[in-house]
Structure formats: structure tokens, C-alpha cells
């Protein structure tokens, strides 16, 4: 699969470490110049420095008919533009844009975007139908690869507790989505820290759901 991944951090990464095998080939472009230099070193891949809404840009990542264009951008109008670019004018197949208004998720789908992803939005739909805690709160497939997105409630005795995300030393790949901290729902970066009573969003590769949810409920001590 030919993969073409535009902006984002933790979440570049994530995606990144998911594709990247002998059988995928991938194209990371990113606006942020110390972004791409550690997302470099970090994965060992050649990052294009580059603004994903710039036609010449695009040209240079030779994106043309990729499988799959994901957009991670804090902007959601980058992440619509760079979607409809990679999809007009370079054919790709299927589009996925990572979405931080929840209530435009419907008007991208209805603009032309394939997939729209938006962790306030799943929490929103989460709540509305009830689901419990132990319960997986929605599967999202990218092609080949499925993604699992599950809660779980911080409580004080868990080792995670008081901990900013960023210090937080798993050797699985994970990333927390959302954090609904009553009554307010927290889009987390690596120095946010858990708290008791956090209900927590965090989305994983399926195989490693249940070795991540096991450590992130570990007693302190234990």
C-alpha cells in the first residue's frame, strides 16, 4: 500500500510506526521543520519539509495515485484542502482527514472527503448511545489495518495517575484521543496530565488493546 501522511505529531508517529513495512511505502510531508527532523529520526524515513496545501508541495512528495492521503493538521481547513488537492489533482484513492470541530465531521463527508475523524465527535457519540466503560467504543478501518478507540475511567490507585502523557514509558504504540474531564472534554498534548476521575480516550492498534489497557489500569506498586 502507498500511504502519503500530511502534518501531525504524536499522531504522524503513530501511523508512521503502523505502516511502516516492507510491504507499505510511505510519504510523510510536514510544515514544521523540527516536526519533520524528529519525526526523521525517530522512524528513520526521509521527511519533505513542505506545506501539504501547496500543489508544487505535492508534486515534489510524487503522491500520484497513493492508496491513501491522511490529514493531521491542527487546522482543519489545511486538512480539507490538503485532502481535495491530493484527491483532485493527484488521483489518490482515499482521503482521511482528522477533523477538531465535531460539527463539521457531516460537511466533509458531504464536501468529498472519504473519512473524517474527529475524537470529540466520537466521544459525542460515545455518551449519546451510553456505551460503558469496558465496552470498545468504536472500530475505525484504515484499509488493512484496524484501529480500536476505547475508554477507561482513571482511578487514584493507577500507576498513570498524576502523570503528564509524555511520561507515561509503554513499549506499545498509543495515543490518548480525548479526555472528558467533567464537564469539559480535553484534546491532550504530551504535558497534559491525568487525573483521578479522567475518562480517558485512547486509540491503539487492536492486537495491542488489551496489553494497553492492562497497563494503564496497574496499580502503583504493582
Known sequence: MRVAISNGHEEADYIIKMYKNHKNKIVVINDDLNISNELSKKNGIDIIFGDSTNDYDLKIAQIDNFDLFIALSNSDVTNYISCKLAKQRFHVKRTIAIVKNPNIVSLFKALGIDSTISSTYLLGETI??????????????????????????????YF???KRLKDIAIDKEFNVSAIY????????RGDTTLLSGDKVFIMV???????????FTRKIGK
Do not use: G, M, W
Open 128 to 157: 449519546k448511545n451510553e456505551s460503558n466503560i469496558e465496552s470498545i467504543v468504536k472500530t475505525l478501518s484504515f484499509e488493512d489495518n484496524i484501529v480500536t478507540i476505547f475508554e477507561l475511567l482513571i482511578k487514584d490507585d
Open 205 to 215: 492498534a487492536s492486537e495491542h488493546k488489551d496489553a494497553i489497557a492492562s497497563l
Open 181 to 188: 474531564r467533567k464537564p469539559n472534554v480535553i484534546i491532550p
Open 160 to 162: 498513570v495517575c498524576n
